[in-house]
């Protein structure tokens, strides 16, 4: 019998991960409202699922401009899993562009390059997040920290040369962009 149980369960895990993996899939679609349900039944079964968590925050915020909902979401994502680089990132974002509270998103984005040292899109990400804000002072280090990590991303380019013309670094700015362009 301990063999059927072990079956059952590894069954039902791996069931989970298919409807997981169609939630993200369609997330990745932009067809979060086909993902929603998918996901509130993840959290029911699986209140431990951080990614489901974090896949919820994310439409609520961005498709339902709920950020106060999308916040205890996070929360519930990284008290599952407190290494969640994406969840981290998010949180940095919201408490960052909704709050305005850049002092404990940097909190979160520290642990982002404590967790995920060599992820040169959360840190692309990050810097994105400070040029919003305007502070574009801070956002270059993470742009040129993306670029030391992966000098094919282009989208870091663009950050940094928009830094700089808006720090009117107009040459710095003109290099970047046109280094940038050489690699697209």
């Known amino acids: 019998t301990s063999d059927a149980g072990v079956s059952v369960r590894d069954e039902k895990e791996r069931l989970m991960q298919d409807r997981m993996q169609f939630a993200?899939?369609?997330?990745?679609k932009n067809?979060?409202?086909?993902?929603?349900?998918?996901?509130?039944?993840?959290?029911?079964?699986?209140?431990?699922?951080?990614?489901?968590?974090?896949?919820?925050?994310q439409r609520h915020w961005f498709h339902q401009k709920d950020p106060d909902?999308?916040?205890?979401?996070?929360?519930?994502?990284?008290?599952?899993?407190?290494?969640?680089?994406?969840?981290?990132?998010?949180?940095?974002n919201l408490l960052t562009k909704e709050q305005k509270d850049v002092e404990h998103a940097k909190q979160y984005y520290d642990k982002v390059l404590e967790y995920s040292p060599n992820n040169a899109i959360a840190i692309n990400n990050i810097g994105a997040t400070f040029m919003e804000c305007k502070d574009y002072e801070g956002a270059i280090p993470y742009f040129e920290k993306a670029l030391r990590i992966d000098d094919?991303?282009?989208?870091?380019?663009?950050?940094?040369?928009?830094?700089?013309?808006?720090?009117?670094?107009?040459?710095?700015?003109?290099?970047?962009?046109?280094?940038?362009?050489?690699?697209?």
């Not at 993200?24 to 990745?28: F, I, K």
């Open 69 to 92: 909902k999308a916040y205890d979401e996070l929360i519930e994502a990284l008290k599952c899993d407190p290494k969640n680089v994406w969840a981290l990132v998010l949180m940095g």
């Open 152 to 184: 094919s991303y282009v989208n870091s380019y663009y950050g940094l040369g928009l830094c700089y013309y808006k720090l009117e670094r107009f040459e710095e700015g003109y290099d970047i962009c046109h280094q940038g362009a050489l690699k697209s």
């Open 24 to 28: 993200l899939d369609l997330c990745n």
């Open 31 to 57: 067809k979060f409202d086909e993902a929603l349900p998918i996901l509130e039944e993840i959290t029911k079964t699986d209140p431990q699922n951080s990614e489901a968590w974090r896949l919820l925050a």
